[in-house]
């Protein structure tokens, strides 16, 4: 474990508690809101667990919207993107817990094969039922009980709550059934398939103008109903799109910079990096020596 988490202390309030680095090996927050909060541009390196402990959320993942209530857990997988934002009442109170492969690497004691799976299915949302919840409840409180104490191998009994937390779910997930994307709303469907054909076509020219006559729908109208649903302008969703492919090339291949630039669809090798650096904070060269990749 990096020495950057032990002896870090938490930021605790009241309903509220901080602990690591989103983007670190283990990071715990707890927050309790009243006023609307929405969050965009948003995917990372790490896996991310989400519980809603009271409230209404809407939760926008990879290209479906879900309607998460109290008592739902949500697993994020690296680099999907994601984005909650209000669903009524803005008043809600949720953990969320972000963690690294070294953190739960298969290499660690008592890591059992396939822990990871349920960040890889088509499923991210677990509806727990009332003793599932208290049970989560309970590995939510004693994670708490470690970061506040920080007795002698805190990061160790992290970590094993955590596994405990990841084995309960996927069996839980094995017997629940899977709750529906908010997909009654013809025009949330309509956002869904945009958002997959970005997917699968994000290497070629992508314009406002030629999603609009593919799907039939005005211009104006499909700008301001993305925004609305994603929380993302179209040209934005599609450069993160672009730079989070980018990201794993760059991290698992050999490939030149330039090659990459071109793969993931930009036009030149300038565009590709000033955009890089304006979403990562850093270039792309930069990144890759920083990941070990190359």
């Known amino acids: 474990m ?27 927050d707890r927050v309790h809101r009243i006023e609307p909060f929405e969050r965009n541009n948003h995917y990372h390196g790490t896996y991310e667990v989400f519980y809603l402990v009271s409230g209404e959320r809407h939760y926008f993942i990879k290209e479906k919207l879900y309607a998460i209530q109290a008592g739902d857990l949500v697993f994020i997988n690296k680099f999907d993107v994601h984005k909650t934002s209000g669903l009524g009442d803005p008043e809600h109170e949720r953990i969320v817990i972000n963690f690294s492969d070294n953190f739960v690497s298969a290499s660690q004691p008592l890591q059992p094969p396939g822990l990871l799976s349920l960040f890889k299915l088509d499923r991210p949302l677990l509806r727990l039922s009332p003793d599932e919840q208290q049970i989560m409840r309970s590995l939510f409180h004693k994670m ?10 805190y990061e160790h009994m992290l970590r094993i709550l955590l596994t405990e937390l990841l084995i309960r779910a996927g069996r839980m997930l094995d017997s629940a059934p899977a709750p529906a994307p908010v997909s009654n709303n013809p025009l949330h469907q309509k956002i869904t398939d945009i958002v997959k054909h970005i997917h ?26 993305f925004k609305e649903i994603t929380g993302f302008t179209i040209i ?57 990749a190359g």
């Open 200 to 225: 699968t076509f994000y290497s070629s020219k992508i314009t406002l103008d030629a999603l609009s006559s593919t799907f039939y729908i005005s211009p104006y109208y499909l700008s301001r109903i």
């Open 144 to 153: 708490e009980q470690e970061i506040a104490e920080q007795a002698p191998a």
């Open 236 to 292: 934005n969703y599609v450069n993160l799109t672009r730079i989070r492919v980018a990201q794993q090339l760059l991290n698992d291949t050999d490939m030149k910079i330039v090659d990459i630039a071109e793969a993931v669809g930009f036009e030149s090798l300038t565009h590709f990096d000033r955009t890089f650096k304006k979403m990562m904070g850093m270039t792309a060269s930069k990144y890759r020596k920083g990941s070990g």
């Open 2 to 28: 990096k020495s950057g988490m032990m002896g870090k202390m938490p930021h605790m309030e009241a309903n509220a508690m901080t602990f690591g680095e989103e983007e670190g090996e283990f990071y715990y």
